[in-house]
């Protein structure tokens, strides 16, 4: 059975006091919520250690990135396996930020893939269309071609991966994806993943929506049967939207 998740994804926000004030109200909500699902949080990597140490909740804390290798000379990096060693248990890969702002490419990004395996690290791997590549209708040849590129783990390494489709243009726009537009997408990468590795793969790896989700939306997007949660940015900087988006899944 595939696991639901609802993550969020603090991007550059917060200072070292609202992130743990935060965390804890969101710790609050979780600890009285039992619901059969993982809530995950990926802070700036300078507060993680923090967050770890304040955490008595079921949250996971993730890395929203990291260098591919473990060690050396790379000033200003920090390595997989440092986050691993401090507690960190998910790290993202292919956010549209990272790959479009810092231009992170294919090889990049397979080689972050690798480095979060290795260290074991759960990793949501992220892929999204442009606005142009929706409207000019490729966004399934888009997203088919970055789904492609896992194409080279195995089943094993496949368990420590969740995909998150989170079309560019719905990101921090206020314009999310319709939950048919999303349906359909989420429909199509998981007949993907079937026929790239098999039918337990595609059915077993938990695909989560991003882009805009808010409390507002959060139960109809996660109401369709590809739909297992969401990776969330601006709703997950207060509790309360954040909670209700929780509730919703
Ligand atoms: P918003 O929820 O702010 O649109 O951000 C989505 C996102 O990029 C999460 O990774």
């Not at 929706?134 to 789904?147: A, D, P």
């Amino acid at each position: 059975m595939r696991k639901k998740i609802v993550a969020g994804n603090w991007k550059m926000n917060l200072n070292v006091h609202e992130a743990k004030l935060l965390f804890q109200e969101i710790s609050a909500i979780v600890s009285k919520d039992n619901g059969a699902h993982e809530v995950l949080i990926f802070p700036s990597s300078i507060y993680i250690e923090s967050l770890l140490n304040i955490n008595q909740s079921s949250i996971e804390i993730g890395a929203q990135n990291f260098h591919h290798q473990n060690k050396g000379a790379f000033t200003g990096e920090v390595s997989a396996m440092q986050l691993k060693q401090l507690g960190c248990k998910w790290a993202l890969v292919g956010h549209s930020e990272r790959r479009t702002i810092f231009h992170e490419n294919d090889a990049d990004l397979l080689n972050k893939l690798k480095a979060a395996l290795e260290n074991d690290l759960q990793v949501i791997y992220c892929c999204g269309e442009s606005l142009n590549e929706r409207e000019s209708g490729m966004y399934f040849e888009k997203i088919g071609e970055q789904i492609g590129l896992l194409k080279t783990l195995s089943q094993n390494e496949m368990n420590h991966i969740t995909i998150a489709y989170e079309p560019i243009w719905a990101i921090g726009t206020g314009k999310t994806a319709s939950p048919a537009q999303a349906a359909e997408m989420h429909d199509f990468i998981r007949t993907k993943l079937e026929s790239i590795f098999n039918l337990e793969v595609a059915d077993s790896t938990s695909l989560l929506y991003g882009g805009s989700c808010s409390p507002q939306n959060a139960k109809d997007l996660f109401a369709c049967s590809n739909i297992d949660g969401g990776l969330i940015g601006g709703a997950s900087l207060q509790a309360n939207a954040f909670g209700e988006i929780i509730a919703a899944i």
